[in-house]
């Protein structure tokens, strides 16, 4: 059958013969042809490997793979949020994640250093404004330009992008559903799903979806967002309660039990302590939202409950943003003409990014039991493009992996928490080495340090390896990413006491840590 190939694009079968070459002539495909070579929408694209999802996995193990010489795809479609919230190529962390959110803590740390400016000598106005459009403007800014810079990387790397909706018809068959063209079939001998996860608004809670925002509308919203109400637990509940605080918004954060499930509840209620008394968000324990009402100003009417007390009542928010939950981007895959099995959770079975069936994988967010991270993501794609097309068997570590909550008094963390060590080894069997310290800018500014604290969690005997390291305080996570690296490599207390100190610093607290929990003793930090 002859090939027809579409009159929007150039090439033509010498392309397909010539790619499959290129490398061994060690010449680029666009020095001979100035444009990708695309077959009409009657034909079915042959591809080495499909990824469905654009988000920073998917875009890492499309990337990585075409470096083989292969013939990949990236498929990225973005479904509209319940509010009309909508983005580019990048996936949650570069539009409606890590990136803008940093960027508005780092914001909201620029207002409070305002503050700190006057005790060393600064002539700060009294009233000093803030404008929420600027903020929005540049951030999104920001985020364009980095969906611009991961299209310019897929092209220059020669991976086919389609911006559209990729639906299972079989085991290696995908159909496309592209923005007004017609539909497109792709066949791939390897598939990878990196579809990650989107926010859900409780069921319970009449109006919720209807009249409440989520993560993936505060980064673009229009209009400052007033006096909010945030609920949640998360750390995203944390971070943005902080933040939008941080800017001079008023705002309530209502938590049904805990935060921060599954990290240390001690350093978890440090950061909540700081939230409430240094930050003033107020926060309201045991509190969940039953109905969100828009009156006729515009106003939105919560009704909430006490879960314990059964005390009501009602409160007008200008905003009101849920950060309760995620699920997973399985839905609409036509996973069911696949023999790809699901939790009941919607995430995707499987072990070491396999899934059930042998040429279909996930990475990132989808896979049940992995760590939802960028750098996680990224890291399993690159290894995974590694071992599908090249002589890799390494497979990734879940248990050594950093993190930072950007919460106004930042916590970072990695290995185990107190509770986790406890469970795994015994209370008996471990040593936690603490101190509580101030940072050297806090005394100037005559800030409050009662929640700066640092834990390290070490095995009991011998060398007394470190199976946890936590922080709070200013720039944690900068402090924490050298930490991890010796942490990776198997770093003990005898290693750390040993080491030199950078004075003065936050980070040479962790190397200054003596004090043991068990000993009872005070672990204040007291001189320089």
């Not at 559903?177 to 990650?196: F, H, M, P, S």
């Not at 993501?377 to 570590?397: C, E, P, Q, V, Y």
């Amino acid at each position: 059958m002859a090939l027809a190939v579409s009159n929007a694009r150039c090439g033509s079968l010498k392309y397909f013969i010539f790619s499959r070459f290129r490398h061994k002539l060690n010449i680029k495909s666009r020095q001979l042809f100035p444009c990708r070579c695309m077959i009409s929408t009657n034909q079915t694209e042959k591809y080495d490997l499909v990824v469905i999802g654009g988000g920073s996995g998917g875009l890492a193990c499309a990337k990585e793979a075409a470096g083989y010489d292969r013939r990949v795809a990236v498929l990225d479609f973005v479904r509209p949020s319940p509010r009309g919230s909508t983005w580019g190529l990048g996936g949650t962390c570069v539009n409606v994640g890590c990136i803008p959110k940093k960027l508005m803590h780092q914001a909201a740390l620029l207002g409070q250093s305002l503050g700190d400016a006057k005790h060393y000598g600064w002539e700060v106005p009294e009233q000093v404004n803030h404008s929420w459009e600027t903020l929005v403007q540049a951030v999104q800014n920001h985020v364009r330009s980095l969906n611009w810079g991961h299209r310019v990387q897929l092209n220059e790397k020669e991976v086919d992008y389609y911006n559209g909706w990729g639906t299972f018809i079989n085991d290696h068959t995908i159909e496309v559903a592209l923005k007004q063209k017609e539909n497109k079939i792709l066949r791939a001998d390897n598939i990878v799903l990196a579809t990650g996860m989107r926010p859900i608004y409780p069921a319970e809670v009449i109006g919720a979806s209807q009249h409440a925002i989520s993560s993936d509308d505060i980064f673009s919203l229009q209009k400052p967002p007033g006096k909010t109400l945030v609920v949640g637990g998360s750390y995203v509940a944390l971070e943005t309660a902080g933040f939008l605080r941080g800017l001079g918004f008023p705002t309530t954060l209502m938590v049904r039990s805990i935060c921060l499930r599954g990290f240390d509840q001690q350093m978890s209620q440090l950061v909540t302590d700081h939230l409430s008394s240094d930050v003033g968000v107020d926060i309201r324990w045991g509190a969940v939202p039953v109905s969100v009402d828009q009156g006729t100003g515009g106003a939105l009417s919560v009704r909430w409950k006490q879960n314990e007390t059964d005390e009501q009542g009602v409160e007008e928010f200008d905003t009101v943003l849920f950060a309760t939950g995620r699920s997973p981007e399985t839905n609409g895959l036509g996973l069911e003409n696949t023999q790809v099995k699901l939790a009941a959770n919607g995430k995707i079975l499987g072990s070491h990014e396999q899934t059930s069936v042998d040429h279909i994988y996930a990475i990132g967010d989808i896979l049940q039991g992995g760590v939802e991270l960028t750098p996680v993501a990224i890291k399993a794609g690159k290894m995974l493009a590694h071992r599908l097309f090249g002589d890799s068997t390494k497979l990734i570590d879940y248990n050594k992996i950093p993190t930072t909550v950007f919460t106004p008094l930042e916590y970072s963390c990695v290995g185990y928490s107190e509770e986790g060590a406890i469970q795994q080894y015994s209370e008996e069997d471990i040593e936690v080495y603490h101190a509580f310290y101030k940072p050297l800018e806090y005394s100037v500014a005559e800030r409050a340090s009662d929640q700066c604290y640092i834990k390290a969690i070490c095995k009991r005997d011998g060398k007394q390896e470190i199976i946890g390291l936590h922080i709070t305080g200013p720039n944690s996570g900068e402090i924490m990413q050298g930490f991890a690296v010796a942490f990776g490599s198997g770093l003990t207390f005898d290693q750390l006491s040993s080491s030199f100190s950078i004075h003065p610093t936050s980070a040479e607290e962790v190397t200054k840590l003596h004090i043991t929990k068990r000993s009872g003793d005070d672990p204040t930090v007291t001189g320089c």
